[in-house]
């Protein structure tokens, strides 16, 4: 039988790679997205499809049950993809905007994984492959909403991992650095919707902000396209025992180790520099 693996977040992106890539080397994918036109779109291309909005728990059961039903109640993996960055300063970001965050970021996510969670123990196999990022171990200015999001994300994996010990189901943490998707464009929304740039503090720098997010192509050095995640999400999919972390980028292997061995204050001042020159 067929492997099968839940994803989602597919309209762009990593998700889009991860679902066709997989769909071609023989995984039978179920490809999410939360607006219906995007599901449309994957399936004229031929992907099976429905919606999965993460910040609707109705809409989330509707999608595990759709899975169950269509995989006769099994389901190998789950590729928890889905998620945006509000960009702003701390203290820009109203209570609103980090529930708002976190409602994607990570309260859907691990409303998803409980419900699939009792699939996988009853079928005594599984792997669940958390789309992290360098963002989610190294914090940078104007990053606090979706690095406290990914912070999250990495704590709750690392809970559930130890919890899952001699369960022969998996969770594996992706950490990408940028890649070459949507990601900004997407950014670029909740950044005008969330945050009052006229009236902040940080008007000036949040000039620079918007520029970035505007841009076309890659604006960092060492962008990677979507297919650097996808030969992990394959690594985690295929091995017995899957790592914890897998880094993507040269940057978070970079910053990986820097962490490891420099004092804070010095790290801070490189994060500093690095956050503030891609304002
Ligand atoms: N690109 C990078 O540099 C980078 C680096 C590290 C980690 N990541 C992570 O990679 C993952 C994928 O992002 P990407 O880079 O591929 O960006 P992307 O092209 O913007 O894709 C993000 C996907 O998440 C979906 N999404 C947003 N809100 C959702 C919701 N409420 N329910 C379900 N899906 C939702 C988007 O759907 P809509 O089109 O409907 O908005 C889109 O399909 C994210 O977890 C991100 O944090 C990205």
Not at 111 to 123: A, D, F, G, S, W
């Amino acid at each position: 039988m067929k492997k099968s693996i839940l994803i989602t977040g597919c309209s762009s992106g990593i998700g889009y790679c991860v679902a066709h890539e997989l769909q071609t080397r023989g995984y039978r994918v179920f490809a999410t997205a939360r607006r219906q036109e995007s599901v449309d779109m994957l399936l004229a291309e031929g992907l099976e499809s429905f919606q999965l909005d993460l910040n609707d728990s109705s809409s989330i059961q509707r999608a595990v049950e759709e899975t169950l039903n269509r995989s006769n109640g099994q389901l190998y993996a789950l590729f928890n993809n889905g998620a945006y960055g509000l960009p702003g300063a701390v203290e820009d970001l109203s209570r609103e905007a980090m529930r708002a965050q976190f409602e994607t970021n990570f309260f859907g996510w691990v409303e998803l994984t409980n419900l699939i969670l009792p699939v996988m123990r009853k079928q005594e196999q599984g792997r669940i492959i958390q789309n992290s990022s360098i963002l989610g171990f190294a914090a940078m200015p104007f990053r606090g909403a979706y690095n406290a999001s990914k912070f999250a994300v990495e704590g709750w994996s690392d809970t559930l991992r130890l919890e899952l010990r001699g369960s022969n189901i998996f969770v594996s943490l992706i950490e990408p650095g940028p890649i070459a998707t949507k990601f900004r464009a997407n950014a670029m929304k909740a950044f005008e919707r969330y945050i009052d740039i006229e009236h902040s503090i940080h008007r000036e720098k949040y000039l620079i902000v918007q520029d970035r997010l505007n841009k076309q192509g890659p604006t960092v050095p060492f962008t990677l396209p979507p297919e650097a995640v996808l030969k992990k999400v394959i690594c985690i999919l295929e091995s017995r025992t899957p790592d914890a972390r897998y880094y993507v980028t040269f940057p978070t292997h970079m910053f990986g180790l820097l962490k490891r061995i420099l004092p804070v204050s010095v790290l801070d001042k490189l994060l500093a520099k690095a956050g503030h020159k891609h304002q």
